[in-house]
C-alpha cells in the first residue's frame, strides 16, 4: 500500500505542479510513487519520439531522485503523447490497475482547467479511474479500492480559487529546483522563459505572497479525506 501517488501527464509536469509537495511527503517519511501516464515522447524538438521517450524517462527518473522518490516508485505506462483519452478501454484499466494496485491514501493529478489538451485529458481519465476504483466492475484490475484524497495541481493554468495550500520549507523548494534542472529537454532556447531557473519558482512565490508569505504550492481539493496529513503508515506515535 502506498501513502501517495502522483500522475503525471508528461516528465517534468510532477514537479511543475507538485515537486515540493512530493519532496514533503518523502522527508515525512511517506511512501510516494509516480506514474508517468506518458513519456513526452512529442516534446523534444528534432528528435525521434522513440528516442526523445527514453531521454525524458531518465530525467524524470533523476528528477525524482532529487524528490527523495526511489527508482523503484516510478512507473512509466508509455501511454501515447498527445492521444490520452479516458474513453481508451486499455488507458483507463491501466491507470484502474496500478491506482488499485498502489492503494494511495492521496492521489495528485493536474486540475481539470488546464490549458493543455494532455492535461486536460490525463485529469479525466485518471478521474474516471478513481470514481471506478470501488466498483465492483474490472475485477481483473484488482482488488477495489477508494482514495479518500484528491488534489488537482496546476502546471500550465493557474486554478482560479485554490481550496489547499502546501507551505514549503526552504529545503523542498531546492529540492523542487534542483529536480526541475534535471529536465535538460526541457530547458528553452535563449531569450525564451527557462523554468529550471527563476521561472520554476515564480508561481511558488505568487502562491506564498497571496497567503502568508514563502513558498507555496496550491490544489483544487476533489476529494477530502485526511487534512492535514495522517502520519505515514506504519508509524505509532508514542
Not at 525524482?64 to 478501454?89: E, T
Not at 492503494?103 to 489538451?117: F, G, M, N, T
Amino acid at each position: 500500500m502506498t501513502d501517495v501517488l502522483v500522475f503525471a501527464p508528461h516528465p517534468d509536469d510532477e514537479t511543475l505542479g507538485c515537486g515540493g509537495s512530493i519532496a514533503h511527503h518523502t522527508a515525512m517519511g511517506r511512501d510516494v510513487h509516480i506514474v508517468f501516464l506518458t513519456s513526452g515522447e512529442q516534446g523534444v524538438p528534432s528528435t525521434a519520439p522513440e528516442h526523445a521517450g527514453l531521454l525524458r524517462e531518465r530525467e524524470a527518473e533523476t528528477a525524482a531522485g532529487k524528490l527523495g522518490v526511489a527508482s523503484d516508485h516510478i512507473h512509466f505506462l508509455r501511454l501515447p503523447d498527445g492521444g490520452l483519452s479516458p474513453a481508451d478501454r486499455s488507458q483507463f484499466l491501466s491507470v484502474l490497475g496500478i491506482l488499485r494496485q498502489a492503494r494511495p491514501e492521496v492521489v495528485y493529478l493536474p486540475h481539470e482547467a488546464d490549458a493543455s489538451h494532455d492535461h486536460q485529458q490525463a485529469h479525466l481519465l485518471v478521474w474516471r479511474a478513481l470514481e471506478k476504483g470501488a466498483s465492483r466492475s474490472y475485477p481483473d484490475a484488482g482488488p477495489r479500492h477508494w482514495a479518500p484524497t484528491v488534489l488537482g495541481y496546476e502546471v500550465w493554468s493557474a486554478i482560479g480559487v485554490p481550496t489547499f495550500y502546501q507551505s514549503l520549507q526552504p529545503a523542498e523548494t531546492e529540492a523542487k529546483l534542483s529536480a526541475l534542472a534535471c529536465y535538460s529537454t526541457q530547458v528553452k532556447g535563449e531569450g525564451e522563459a527557462d523554468y529550471a531557473s527563476e521561472g520554476g519558482l515564480a508561481l511558488a512565490r505568487f502562491r506564498g505572497a497571496m497567503t502568508s508569505g514563502g513558498h507555496r504550492e496550491a490544489f483544487a481539493v476533489l476529494r477530502l479525506g485526511a487534512l492535514p496529513w495522517p502520519p505515514p503508515r506504519g508509524h505509532h506515535p508514542a
